[in-house]
């Protein structure tokens, strides 16, 4: 018999090997450190939910109010190793996982299979690959690693659909080619790096330019945005989103849609770091920004100073996620900087501010967005859950009320996954040995 259970409204925070989950009644009550603590005492983690990710590196999307992974490092172990001259379709490449609710604080994890019909068979191997929900839709642009090229693919699997569908992906990052072989030696495959965030329905992407195609003084980075109601010009390149004169942007802009508008702009977050040299560690810096309808940034400035730690430079990364009520929770994680164990010591800050727009007439050097008070500050220890490596971050977050999808005492019609050793999908609580 199938039981109705959910896991409630929850903040999911995905890492790089793990899928936290925090009941969104119990975060208020985290509390903050002592304002006199220089640097507070690291504590334990206090999530409600927690799983084992069988693979590195997945993204996670919403479909049909289902929880799905895509993506992730292959296991190249000898039994599944791919063999790219025979073009052959390597079914690692291909998974696809969903996560659901198992009782209790359990959660579970599984293939997709085929024949379950919860989701759609993946369009292309998707092993470098970034997804985002739109609304209820999910775009997936991926590297077909079993091509010659490695060409760049883009598809929408619409809500409610039964197939992704090709769209056009972005003009210049869909072309690039290989270098002639040298030697016995595999011929080099240029794959751009890009990143992107959904702002406003709308995706956008940055991306390295390909070397042929950079300036002989130019900038090496490319900006696109896809506009899903612009049919006859879907992608279009547009110059330096949200920056302006003297003011330059992280890549990650998260909007704060409960805090409304200011005139006619919009309030949006982003992070940068403050970088310390020689020593190849940062501290964090939370801005707020002042978006026209162009996106083009009007106004930046510090909302907060971060924590009272200093990262590892290239070990950071920050989520936003809008509480709704003019609250928004932050989450910043990295490897703090210790000069006795400079590669084990991943921490996560938890961040819940309180936020008012300035409604007096803006003029320029005045604050539009004011932090009427801090809810949570929060530093907590993630060794525990780190195997392998240590840089577990917060790759990704978000609201979600998993729901159980399996009967209890029957046989659940997935596959269960091949986990890394030591973790078990029934039993996330416990830590790896």
């Known amino acids: 018999m199938m039981e109705s259970l959910e896991t409630g409204r929850c903040l999911w925070m995905v890492t790089n090997q793990n899928i936290f989950g925090f009941r969104v009644d119990k975060l208020e009550l985290l509390g903050k450190n002592d304002a006199r603590d220089s640097e507070p005492k690291l504590k334990e983690l206090p999530f409600d939910f927690r799983l084992a990710l069988p693979k590195r590196d997945l993204h996670h999307f919403v479909f049909d109010s289902k929880l799905f992974f895509a993506g992730g490092s292959p296991d190249f172990s000898t039994d599944s190793s791919p063999d790219f001259s025979t073009g052959s379709s390597p079914k690692f490449f291909s998974t696809m996982y969903q996560v659901s609710y198992a009782g209790g604080s359990t959660l579970d994890i599984a293939e997709v299979e085929p024949a379950a019909g919860t989701i759609p068979d993946p369009p292309t191997l998707i092993y470098e690959c970034n997804v985002a929900n739109i609304q209820d839709d999910v775009y997936l642009l991926a590297h077909d690693p079993m091509t010659k090229e490695r060409r760049l693919g883009f598809w929408v699997l619409r809500s409610g659909s039964k197939q992704w569908h090709p769209l056009p992906p972005p003009p210049t990052l869909s072309s690039y080619g290989t270098t002639d072989r040298i030697g016995d030696k595999p011929p080099f495959v240029y794959l751009p790096w890009w990143q992107s965030f959904v702002w406003k329905d709308q995706l956008f992407l940055r991306a390295f330019l390909h070397p042929d195609e950079r300036e ?218």
């Open 216 to 433: 002989s003084a130019g900038d090496m980075l490319i900006y696109y945005v896809y506009n899903p109601e612009k049919y006859d010009e879907p992608w279009k390149r547009i110059e330096r989103p949200f920056t302006g004169v003297g003011r330059a942007c992280a890549s990650d802009v998260a909007a704060v849609p409960s805090l409304g508008k200011v005139g006619n702009c919009d309030v949006a977050l982003t992070w940068s770091t403050e970088d310390h040299e020689p020593s190849y560690t940062s501290d964090v810096k939370i801005y707020a920004l002042l978006v026209d309808k162009q996106d083009n940034l009007l106004r930046k400035e510090c909302l907060h100073e971060g924590i009272p730690y200093s990262f590892i430079s290239y070990s950071i990364n920050v989520n936003f996620v809008d509480l709704g009520e003019g609250k928004v929770c932050i989450l910043m994680g990295g490897t703090k900087a210790d000069t006795k164990i400079p590669t084990l010591n991943p921490i996560l800050c938890v961040l819940v501010l309180k936020l008012a727009l300035v409604q007096e007439e803006q003029e320029e050097g005045q604050r539009f967005l004011s932090v009427d008070e801090v809810l949570v500050n929060r530093v907590y220890d993630i060794t525990p859950y780190v195997v392998g490596s240590y840089d577990e971050v917060p790759r990704s977050s978000f609201f979600s009320s998993l729901k159980q999808s399996y009967s209890q005492g029957g046989n659940s019609p997935r596959k269960e996954p091949k986990l890394a050793s030591g973790t078990n999908p029934s039993n996330p609580r416990a830590l790896l040995e």
